[in-house]
């Protein structure tokens, strides 16, 4: 069996590491959501940090209440509202300094520093020659 280069098996860790610091932060993302009302507090939308409608509500009666223009004006404005708040909300989030992972050089050089100097460099299969 052959053993893995010990910048291989960093680099394969590095890599892990990356995917797990996407994932993080792909689930912070996630998380992130706005429910702002309309002036009338009659339409409220649910919106994600990416500035999607996930979600609408119309309070019974918003719909007879209003015309299609002012219906429209209401459902527009506490989107706009819902969206700008998801965008504070994100900015909040990704700026937070308790959330900055440690920097991969520093991994890195934890990595390269627990591989100590008397483990064998792997040959790579080339036969050992004996002097």
């Excluded at 689930?27 to 999607?52: K, N, Q, T």
């Excluded at 209003?66 to 819902?82: P, V, Y």
């Excluded at 300094?97 to 790579?124: H, K």
Aim: charged fraction near 30%.
């Amino acid at each position: 069996m052959r053993d893995i280069h010990p910048d291989v098996q960093a680099a394969l860790a590095t890599t892990r590491e990356l995917r797990h610091r996407i994932a993080e932060v792909r689930e912070r993302v996630d998380d992130i959501f706005a429910r702002r009302p309309s002036p009338s507090g009659l339409v409220i939308p649910e919106v994600d940090a990416v500035g999607r409608l996930r979600d609408l509500y119309l309070a019974p009666g918003t719909c007879s209440r209003f015309g299609n223009q002012e219906l429209a004006a209401e459902i527009m404005a506490a989107i706009t509202e819902s969206a700008a708040d998801a965008r504070r909300q994100y900015a909040i989030t990704m700026n937070d300094t308790d959330n900055l992972p440690r920097p991969l050089a520093e991994v890195m050089r934890e990595r390269r520093a627990g591989t100590s100097s008397d483990e064998q460099v792997p040959n790579f299969g080339k036969a050992e020659q004996s002097i």
